[in-house]
């Protein structure tokens, strides 16, 4: 294979990746409203875009890929354009902490779930996301 048809290989790979919807969202939001939990998908009137807000209980979650978001156990960087990737992580990086930073001094409830905390046990992040989902719906009401 000739390196003009791997790098036009890899550019369709990468132009087929989701920025919102992807499976693992999908998979998150049905699961939990099959559970009874309404909510939101993408808000753009919210910072950070949440991949599930719940307005009303003041919850945002945010469901993080290993690659995208730069998980220091799983992200491995690409061998070609090594400094155009590593500042695109650390970007990605620092804005994820920048939301959290912000929901958190609003008081918001913010959920972050790693991609590979799912795909080891899904069912158990389910539970745990459900539980803040309704503590957070207690501590509103009070």
């Given at each position: 294979?000739?390196?003009?048809?791997?790098?036009?290989?890899?550019?369709?790979?990468?132009?087929?990746?989701?920025?919102?919807?992807?499976?693992?969202?999908?998979?998150?939001?049905?699961c939990i409203w099959k559970r009874g939990i309404r909510f939101r998908k993408n808000v753009l009137s919210l910072f950070g875009k949440p991949d599930i807000a719940i307005k009303k209980y003041k919850v945002v979650i945010f469901i993080d890929s290993c690659f995208w978001h730069g998980c220091q156990s799983h992200f491995k960087l690409p061998n070609k354009n090594p400094q155009y990737w590593n500042n695109k992580i650390k970007r990605n990086i620092d804005r994820d902490n920048e939301v959290t930073l912000y929901y958190q001094k609003i008081n918001w409830t913010i959920i972050r779930i790693w991609?590979?905390?799912?795909?080891?046990?899904?069912?158990?992040?389910?539970?745990?996301v459900c539980r803040q989902i309704h503590m957070a719906k207690h501590i509103d009401h009070l």
């Open positions: 294979m000739s390196v003009n048809s791997i790098s036009e290989q890899r550019s369709r790979i990468m132009s087929r990746v989701r920025g919102k919807n992807t499976k693992l969202e999908q998979l998150v939001s049905k991609e590979h905390d799912l795909k080891a046990n899904f069912e158990l992040v389910i539970y745990h």
